[in-house]
């Protein structure tokens, strides 16, 4: 089946550096953050705008990608879990999904609402969301 | 930044062989598929269950990575609009995201409801949905 190749369109800048005391979700308390676009893809990014409700995937690159089993939100008492019915970081492909909003644009630079990715994380891709919440 | 490698973790079985015929999105008419599991993730699939809502992370095989903005749904009357703020599979890291529901489970094989995705697609993660739709 072969591999393939994500080449980061950004990154994450955020006040969160320490993935242990991170969030786990963006509804647990994370700060807004900016998305930092690379100059390539300023014409996929140039029609974001104040108000889009956004899916941020990232690349959550501290994670352990030969988990394939968790204790559901690191909790010891929850039994080990196969990691696609999680939402652990640490699995096989550890692409990260996020739904924000976006708060202020300034050229490359995206301001989004609570993100729970550390600074510095990778950005893969960014879709609207879709009537639906999809 | 550097890039990152994405190993699949299955693959789509769908009746959709047709990329220009394929629906847009689930909500299109997209028929039920299977998601076929590597023997590698067998323990990271294990838990998935009839009825789980899922998001399936799909990577674009046949997409065209070098494009930054499109017609809107391929209509030449929608304005050129920055790729990232539309659900065009041409983007620079072309993953799908699908929003669908478990219909039945056969040991590696995960049946599920409306998906959009082509047959042979390759699937980059699973995860359940979280309240909220997140």
Same mark, same amino acid.
């Given at each position: 089946?072969?591999?393939?190749?994500?080449?980061?369109?950004?990154?994450?800048?955020?006040?969160?550096?320490?993935?242990?005391?991170?969030?786990?979700?963006?509804?647990?308390?994370?700060?807004?953050?900016?998305?930092?676009?690379?100059?390539?893809?300023?014409?996929?990014?140039?029609?974001?705008?104040?108000?889009?409700?956004?899916?941020?995937?990232?690349?959550?690159?501290?994670?352990? +990608?030969?988990?394939? *089993?968790?204790? /559901?939100? $690191?909790?010891? %008492?929850?039994?080990? =879990?196969? &990691?696609?019915?999680? +939402?652990?970081?640490? *699995?096989?492909? /550890?692409? $990260?999904?996020? %739904?924000?909003?976006? =708060?202020? &644009?300034?050229?490359? +630079?995206?301001?989004?609402?609570?993100?729970?990715?550390?600074?510095?994380?990778?950005?893969?891709?960014?879709?609207?969301?879709?009537?639906?919440?999809?």
């Amino acid at each position: 089946m072969g591999s393939y190749e994500i080449r980061p369109v950004g990154h994450v800048e955020s006040p969160l550096t320490d993935r242990a005391t991170a969030p786990k979700q963006g509804c647990d308390g994370a700060p807004p953050a900016w998305l930092v676009f690379r100059p390539e893809v300023a014409d996929a990014a140039r029609d974001l705008a104040v108000g889009d409700d956004l899916w941020v995937l990232t690349w959550l690159h501290r994670a352990d +990608r030969t988990v394939l *089993r968790v204790h /559901p939100r $690191g909790d010891p %008492r929850r039994p080990l =879990t196969g &990691v696609f019915s999680t +939402r652990s970081p640490d *699995r096989p492909n /550890p692409v $990260g999904l996020h %739904r924000v909003q976006v =708060t202020a &644009v300034d050229g490359l +630079r995206v301001r989004v609402s609570a993100l729970e990715a550390v600074d510095g994380t990778p950005v893969v891709d960014v879709k609207p969301v879709l009537d639906g919440g999809r």
